[in-house]
């Protein structure tokens, strides 16, 4: 069963049809909305700042949400996707987005809705990545204009795919 603690009188929210992981943490003030996956060994720390999910999210193996005490809370739109082992931190994602494997993102960096951020990039604090790209690098540069068939099959499928596979281990 995974690790559900509250904090400081905040114990995490879930809408209905979440799933998490036995080994996923979820601490403090959290908020999410519906049919979210929370994956191995990620761990979601609402301790020192608000976190705020939106609906169909997934969470991927080994991913840190967190933020800045007074300084940052995190706020992740609706059908995202986090990739294995990425850091949010303190920063404001919109909807449709595809956060890409061992990524980084720091503290007030706003991510629009529909954008892509590719595997082991970093999002500098205060950064602002437009709707409609990708972005990838350390530090992220626009790379090029998001392809209408590539976005659905990275952004909307992946979300997709979560709540399915998190149905294999009900």
Known sequence: ????????????QFGKGCWMADNASLI???????????WFQSVVRGDVAAIRIGDEVNIQDGVIIHGTFEKADTTIGDQVSIGHRAIVHGCTIGSRVLIGMGAIVMDHALIQDQVIVGAGSLVLENSVLESGFVYAGSPVRKIKAIDPKQFEFFVT??????????SWFE
């Not at 690790?3 to 400081?8: Q, T």
């Not at 403090?28 to 929370?38: E, H, M, P, S, V």
């Not at 499928?157 to 998190?166: I, L, V």
């Open 157 to 166: 499928r992946t979300a997709r795919n979560y709540q399915m596979y998190a």
């Open 28 to 38: 403090g003030d959290i908020i999410c909305g519906d049919n979210c996956t929370f």
């Open 1 to 12: 069963m995974a690790l559900i603690k509250s904090v400081r009188g905040h114990l995490p």
